[in-house]
């Protein structure tokens, strides 16, 4: 990368938005650099390597629709393919479409400053480099900043320990060690079944408990595929549509207009479907009733419990929040791992983590000896990698203090203040409620088609106005409090880490009403927008 150079677009991030974006922006002609952090490209899927990482969305839906030749090429092997296949899906696109030319690797951009009088954004990155670009666009993913495991002690720790967000790329050898997995989000529900497969000992921390549907992953037979790709652009214009961006049919009662019988039958069924929507999408009140959501958890509590042999085990693994307002975790075999000799569930609740020592980890009341420690915290969800660059806006306004109450975009595609800076499933976008894929996919074209107009219409600079930013922020909000979903002390709320607003982030009514709203705005001129 020569420094100072002068480009049409900066895209941060080379995962499945910023490899997309790239191909779009070279079609116009633009001329376009991928700044990468990771020394090459894949994102979540370059950078999650713990043991059991794999998608809970089907493989079949998780993945590009928008060349028909890399969709008939492209073979899964699993319903839910595991991080190893993911990844080398996202490198076969990478070579492909030949990417990579045009992404410096092992560099973060760590600050983007707008220059009104030259209508261009200035990038700096960590290895000094600059440029110069008339738009930035932000791929840097809703889960990418992990949360660093800042617990006392840690330095002293004479084991291993690991972040499950930044696995290393050696293999890690856990036959015949004690292991503790610190946390039962979706990342340690995926790995804890494989860690206790190797280990010696396995001690699981959990602070609180979390729903988890059953995955029933399985090898796709040639049958099955041939039947699932047969009608796939039809699958795919479905999930465009539906709520959370699977081909999932839209509930058509309410628990309450159902009987016991019927909500259990349709309950088992979705529980034999297996997948996140497997009981969300029974029926239509179970993100928005109280009363209807208590059947579903009940529902899920029965399942735990019927697995569990011992019973104070399955109380603790028992969840009590409002079901699916915490990210849903997907898993092969997670609850039945309690049952084996080797694995104990470790309550961090009533017994909190007080430091790690040297030997493993110091409970308030227990110290356990641990040879490696897996933290499975999560991150610094949907905003941190963007607020982790220090973009300054019109006057020099930093994006971290606009977002100090938390974030306001337009469309969760901009932000006011910020021309030409476009974020890619941003806050205020479905992003994390649906197949990001597919909604990963509508923002890379609607920002496409937006450059496209402006360069059609000699313009060159775009901003959202204050007052769209304002509407859609009340409007997020407005359908979030319609639901269940802002009362979890979920990351969706920033509630996992400490000092962050709490904000509801995410869009809430559904992949097909947000790409109606967003379209209505491109076919309106950009209506909200400010283009000159
Ligand atoms: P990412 O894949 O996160 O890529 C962002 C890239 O930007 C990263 O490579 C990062 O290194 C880079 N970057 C960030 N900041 C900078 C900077 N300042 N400078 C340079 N580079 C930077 N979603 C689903 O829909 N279905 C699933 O089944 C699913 N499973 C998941 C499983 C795991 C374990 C995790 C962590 C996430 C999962 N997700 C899933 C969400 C997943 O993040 C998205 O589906 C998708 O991969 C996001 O792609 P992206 O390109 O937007 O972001």
Not at 346 to 357: E, F
Request: charged fraction near 25%.
């Amino acid at each position: 990368m020569e420094p100072t150079r002068k480009l049409d677009v900066v895209v941060v991030g080379a995962g499945f938005s910023g490899l997309y974006m790239l191909h779009r922006l070279r079609a116009l002609g633009m001329s376009v650099q991928v700044i990468e952090r990771a020394h090459d490209v894949g994102g979540t899927w370059y950078w999650n390597r713990y043991p059991g990482a794999r998608c809970d969305i089907e493989s079949i839906d998780y993945c590009y629709s928008f060349d028909d030749e890399l969709v008939q090429e492209w073979r899964w092997s699993e319903r839910y393919a595991a991080q190893p296949e993911i990844l080398s899906y996202l490198e076969h696109v990478a070579d492909r479409f030949d990417l990579r030319k045009q992404i410096s690797f092992n560099t973060s951009v760590v600050s983007a400053t707008w220059d009104e009088a030259q209508r261009a954004w200035h990038v700096t990155c960590d290895n000094a480099e600059s440029l110069i670009a008339t738009y930035v666009v932000m791929a840097t993913g809703n889960l990418s900043s992990v949360k660093q495991p800042e617990i006392l002690g840690l330095e002293e720790f004479a084991g291993e320990w690991f972040h499950t967000g930044r696995w290393p790329h050696r293999p890690v050898d856990m036959t015949g060690k004690r292991v503790a997995v610190v946390g039962t989000g979706s990342s340690g529900i995926q790995t804890i079944p494989q860690v206790a497969e190797d280990a010696d000992q396995l001690y699981v921390l959990q602070r609180t408990p979390n729903y988890s549907m059953p995955a029933h992953n399985r090898p796709l037979s040639d049958d099955e595929w041939r039947e699932l790709t047969a009608d796939w652009r039809e699958r795919r214009r479905v999930c465009e549509l539906s709520e959370s961006g699977v081909p999932v049919d839209a509930p058509d009662k309410s628990t309450a207009q159902a009987t016991p019988e019927e909500r259990r039958q349709r309950f088992e069924q979705g529980w034999q479907r297996g997948g996140i929507s497997a009981l969300s999408s029974g029926f239509t009140d179970f993100f928005t009733s109280e009363e209807a959501n208590k059947v579903a958890q009940d529902f899920a509590r029965e399942k735990i419990r019927s697995v569990i042999r011992n019973q104070d085990v399955a109380t603790m693994l028992c969840p009590s929040h409002h079901i699916g307002t915490k990210r849903t975790c997907t898993d092969i075999g997670y609850f039945e791992t309690y049952n084996r000799d080797n694995v104990e569930l470790v309550d961090v609740r009533s017994n909190p983590l007080v430091k790690i020592t040297t030997a493993g980890i110091q409970l308030r009341d227990r110290q356990i000896d641990v040879d490696t420690i897996i933290f499975a915290i999560g991150f610094d969800a949907i905003t941190g990698a963007l607020t982790e660059v220090e973009i300054r806006g019109v006057g020099g306004h930093l994006l971290t203090d606009k977002w100090v109450h938390g974030p306001r975009t337009y469309l969760g595609i901009q932000t006011a203040g910020f021309p030409n800076l476009f974020m890619i499933t941003g806050p205020g976008s479905p992003s994390v409620l649906s197949n990001m894929v597919v909604s990963i996919e509508q923002h890379v074209d609607w920002i496409t088609d937006c450059l496209k107009h402006l360069s059609g219409n000699g313009m060159n600079r775009i901003e959202a106005s204050v007052d769209a930013e304002d509407q859609w922020a009340q409007h997020v909000a407005d359908l979030a409090a319609n639901t269940l979903y802002p009362e979890a002390n979920s990351w969706y709320v920033g509630a996992n880490i400490p000092g962050k607003p709490r904000t509801f982030m995410p869009y809430v009514a559904g992949c097909g009403r947000y790409r109606r709203e967003v379209e209505d705005v491109a076919a309106r001129g950009y209506a909200g927008f400010m283009l000159s």
